[in-house]
């Protein structure tokens, strides 16, 4: 497997991105015998599919189906969802943690719970949600303050914990980092347990014995012990998801199962930070590689913000920083695949899809694909400055009625995060530091994000970053 290398950070604008990552994608070429098919599916892309419209292979029981045209993943996500659920995979790696959390479940459950979470995330609450992801980050940015100027950070810890606080404070009012601490390890861990392996891919029974699901059991309960001192030491009233989540369903009169609530809570916090954090690991990192990319961003943050703390009314004038995270996920989508079981006889391209068969939608080859994309693997944030709306091929929430409920909440964090800690400082990989990028659901570095953290002087800033 290709690895993406960090060496010293260049400004050349050809850096390419289109590297080999782990993930359970099937291989169109058939002269591959079932065990190094097997083997590659889990472990990387086969270099066709980012050429392909549309791939097929026979694995085991299941028919793998991978789709890179947008016609056609609208088709599956949106135009005939009812026809696809989620996949077994999925259920096997998430349901453990997460319950029948709006990630996990199916039909009048997951609907019901859609209509009850959806008031917490709309757009006219966003602005409430503000103050305390700027708080959040004021502490992280304080404690980088007291540690001697040019210090080692590792990135991946500071951003897990601070949008696990971000969410913890907005939603729970939660302040308490020991336990926030507590749930960074603990879903750190319980990614690094639970895998798509061998038994997954070939369709065996749930019932045959997989050492990863032992594993995942054992963090769970832990899991579950770590929630439950959040909800009942750090909730605050007045917090819109303990009032749906807690009371009788925010005036709805849906109340919820105490497990139901246990499986919603848990999916908020773990989901809900994870995927923000990657996205800000890997937008430092490519700003890191690309410094000319920072003049940019600081130019408009100068400008815009003139030192101050960013607030909510300031987002509609940070285009550029909103393009840089858009950029980022383009190719490093914090869900760079996933899956849907088809539940009834379908056609996509004219192809047959029988029921059972398993279709896979992979953001990480879609975000590059050459037929949708100019250049694809190179960073370049203009390109969402020139096209004036998200283009089709641009799926890092997902899309349909299953598209992520906290798509603007996140990117709203996520602008917010970059625009605060640029101001106050310029990261660095460390010398010699190897970022190998792997799927532990959401897209993480093998080997964290160490990063050389320096303060900027007050003024001046856009000179600074050169």
């Not at 919820?256 to 937008?283: C, F, K, P, Y």
């Not at 998200?390 to 598209?403: C, D, L, N, S």
């Not at 709203?412 to 190998?436: D, F, K, N, T």
Request: proline share 6%; net charge positive; hydrophobic share 40%.
């Amino acid at each position: 497997m290709d690895n993406v290398t960090t060496e010293t950070p260049s400004a050349d604008r050809g850096v390419s991105y289109r590297d080999a990552v782990p993930g359970p994608v099937p291989t169109s070429n058939g002269s591959l015998s079932l065990l190094r098919r097997l083997r590659q599916m889990r472990q990387t892309y086969p270099i066709e599919v980012f050429e392909n419209l549309i791939s097929e292979q026979k694995i085991g029981r299941f028919r793998y189906i991978i789709l890179n045209d947008p016609d056609a993943i609208r088709h599956v996500l949106v135009e005939n969802a009812k026809s696809y659920g989620k996949s077994p995979f999925l259920r096997r790696l998430l349901e453990p943690a997460l319950g029948q959390g709006l990630l996990t479940s199916d039909g009048e459950t997951w609907q019901r719970h859609r209509r009850l979470m959806a008031p917490v995330f709309a757009h006219r609450n966003l602005n409430r949600f503000a103050p305390a992801i700027a708080t959040a980050t004021s502490h992280m940015l304080e404690r980088w303050d007291r540690s001697s100027d040019g210090s080692p950070i590792d990135l991946a810890d500071e951003m897990s914990m601070l949008t696990l606080s971000s969410i913890a404070r907005t939603m729970f009012g939660a302040e308490d980092d020991r336990i926030l601490e507590g749930i960074v390890q603990i879903v750190a861990r319980y990614q690094d347990a639970v895998g798509i392996g061998l038994a997954d891919l070939l369709g065996l029974p749930n019932w045959v014995p997989r050492l990863s699901t032992i594993r995942g059991r054992y963090i769970v309960r832990h899991l579950n012990q770590v929630v439950d001192q959040l909800i009942e030491r750090d909730r605050r009233p007045g917090h819109l998801l303990i009032d749906i989540l807690t009371d009788d369903g925010g005036g709805s009169g849906q109340k919820l199962s105490r497990q139901e609530v246990r499986d919603q809570i848990v999916t908020i916090l773990t989901a809900g930070h994870e995927t923000t954090a990657q996205t800000m690991n890997w937008t430092w990192y490519l700003l890191s590689k690309h410094p000319d990319v920072e003049v940019k961003l600081i130019e408009e943050l100068d400008e815009v913000l003139g030192g101050r703390t960013p607030a909510y009314e300031d987002l509609s004038r940070l285009v550029y920083a909103k393009a840089v995270v858009q950029e980022s996920m383009r190719l490093f989508p914090p869900v760079p695949t996933f899956s849907r079981l088809c539940l009834a006889d379908d056609a996509i391209l004219g192809r047959r899809v029988a029921k059972g068969s398993i279709v896979m939608i992979a953001p990480w080859i879609l975000h590059r694909h050459r037929s949708f994309w100019s250049d694809p693997d190179i960073f370049e944030p203009e390109r969402f400055l020139e096209t004036g709306e998200r283009p089709r091929a641009y799926i890092p929430f997902g899309a349909g009625p299953r598209i992520c409920i906290g798509a603007s909440f996140a990117m709203m964090e996520a602008v917010l995060i970059l625009a605060q800690v640029a101001q106050r400082y310029r990261l660095r990989l460390m010398p010699g530091h190897r970022i190998e990028p792997v799927v532990r659901i959401a897209l993480r570095s093998r080997y964290g994000m160490k990063m050389i953290a320096t303060r900027r002087s007050a003024a001046g800033l856009a000179k600074l970053a050169l």
